[in-house]
């Protein structure tokens, strides 16, 4: 729901230089080999143009600014122009994607290498719903010579833009966006408006979306202890009218309001805290245990139970929802 500077990511780019080196000739090796099976002149002329860009790391590591011009200059699969009805001409659409999507090695790299990449990106969670976790987990592997330790992903990889249509982006590092398994399936192909995760801007702009207590609903659950008086609303800019549905809005693609609504325990707590807790309990404990509060932000921290930053949203499930609400709450 936020971006991330883009530095970050060229950070673990710098880091991985060698390995992602090698994925390059692998892809361009790989592609060579592909113009050479029974393809039709579409298909080779596609294929060319895709062995330009892998001569060098441009299209692995480019930014998304970059990915946009390589996305225009090569195009969407081709129409193998020898096929007489659309269903063949479709099939042979899909198989020939796959081809390239094999050249390329990406079901390779969704395990063995992505999810290294971004645990040090440091990416925890869903970056659609911020809902559920992706992480990166080490898993021990006992050899009869040694442990190795190796990182396994506990997300699925998110193509921003499609790797159905355009697959040759499909591991260009800038396109991948880790995503919990429900959130990447009710994406599926659809293009999310004006939702980028890596920015390119040196300032990260406040994320434009928001959790909003509907209006009453807390004096009412004050007055009365009932939790499901708690209305707890989604602001979603691309969805100014919340009765008419726009496609590739976050609420009608994800239905975050959906979600967030199982979480009305979590919003009273919220409540109930905002309620406890003023700037001078916390500057009392500031005073009485200096070195386990060393500041304000670490004391909001704790009795959130959430990180208070939004640059950290990232960092743990929930962090959004509930760093809107204790806001407006003034907690």
Known sequence: MISIKSEIVENAILKYKSEIEIQRLDAYNNLGQLRKKRLSREEIAYVDKIIKEFETCNILTGKPSYLDKVKKRIGIVPIDSRLNTSEERNKRRTEFKELVLISLG???????????????????????????????????EHLK???????????????????????????SLFNLYPACASCNIAKSKISIKKFELYSESKTILPSKYRFHFESGCVADYLTTLDVEKIKVLFIDPDKPDR?????????DTFDIEGIYDTQKDIAEEIII?????????????I??????????????????????EEI???????????????KELGF
């Open 312 to 326: 950290n949203i990232h960092k743990r499930p929930l962090a959004k929802y509930m760093q809107d609400l204790s």
């Open 106 to 140: 990406y079901k390779k790299l969704r395990t063995s290498f992505y999810p290294k990449f971004f645990k040090e990106i440091g990416v925890k969670t869903c970056v659609y719903c911020n809902s559920q976790l992706a992480v990166s987990i080490d898993i021990e």
């Open 243 to 251: 009765m008419k549905s726009v496609k590739g809005s976050f609420q």
């Open 145 to 171: 010579t040694k442990t190795i330790i190796r990182s396994k992903a506990k997300f699925q990889v998110d193509h921003y833009i499609a790797k159905d249509a355009y697959p040759f982006l499909s591991i």
């Open 273 to 285: 805290k905002a309620q406890m807790y003023n700037d001078s309990f916390k500057q009392k404990l």
């Open 287 to 308: 005073n009485d245990f200096p070195k386990l509060f060393p500041n304000k932000t670490f004391i909001d921290r704790i009795l959130l139970g959430n990180y208070t």
